[in-house]
């Protein structure tokens, strides 16, 4: 009940593809849904939230879509590019100070 | 500029022996975690501090320790008890409970 389920484990997109990774929660107590990216020796930096009352957050490329009927969350990055290469982490939090984070994913985008 | 510095970047540790891992925000923050990162095994919350002189465990508080003495301030110390201590170590603040946590760039702690 505990757990975020992130899928793919790893990704490949080409330049300028649209990259989506997906998230599943069981509890419907989370109430708050961050996207973390990492690059490779460095902290995972937030790169956008949502909260359940909202069905879609876009900040740039970067877009959260959140189905709360499915326990379901993803992030899509439009126009992918080289540089969004990185390891994303789902999280989710239900008004307390622990996150439950999922796996992570590992997106490669060809130049 | 605002942040979490942790610090050193790479720790290598010899058996029986305990290290620190430090850790300073500069965000005014109440809340700091602390973290261990495996590969393809996410974030594991070791302990988290609400406020000074407070801290709890996390859900792999075994080994580990921690003191929060000042609110800028939240070391860990990986003891002799923890058996399997290589990881990436990674630090974070929030203003409050279910608020954004920040993370510093981590501490790579090996076995010598």
């Known amino acids: 009940q505990q757990q975020v389920k992130q899928s793919p484990q790893s990704l490949i997109v080409q330049k300028g593809g649209i990259s989506i990774i997906n998230c599943a929660y069981e509890n419907t107590a989370f109430d708050y849904f961050p996207w973390y990216q990492q690059f490779p020796g460095k902290g995972p930096a937030l790169l956008i939230a949502?909260?359940?009352?909202?069905s879609e957050k876009k900040e740039g490329r970067f877009t959260i879509s959140f189905n709360k009927s499915a326990k379901q969350f993803s992030l899509h990055i439009m126009d992918s590019q080289p540089g969004d290469s990185a390891t994303y982490f789902c999280a989710a939090s239900m008004g307390t100070y622990k996150y439950i984070f999922g796996t992570g994913t590992r997106l490669k985008v060809l130049a | 500029d605002g942040g979490i510095t942790q610090s050193p970047k790479y720790l290598f540790r010899k058996e029986g022996q305990n290290v620190t891992l430090s850790c300073e925000q500069n965000?005014?923050?109440?809340?700091m975690y602390w973290y261990r990162q495996d590969p393809g095994q996410g974030l594991r919350l070791i302990y988290y501090s609400q406020i000074v002189n407070d801290f709890q465990k996390g859900d792999i508080a075994e080994g580990y320790s921690v003191s929060r003495e000042k609110k800028e301030s939240f070391p860990l110390t990986v003891t002799s008890a923890q058996k399997n201590p290589t990881a990436f170590y990674l630090c974070a603040s929030s203003r409050d409970r279910n608020q954004p946590q920040h993370f510093g760039d981590g501490t790579r702690l090996s076995i010598l």
């Open positions: 949502i909260r359940p009352d909202v």
């Open positions: 965000l005014n923050h109440d809340a």
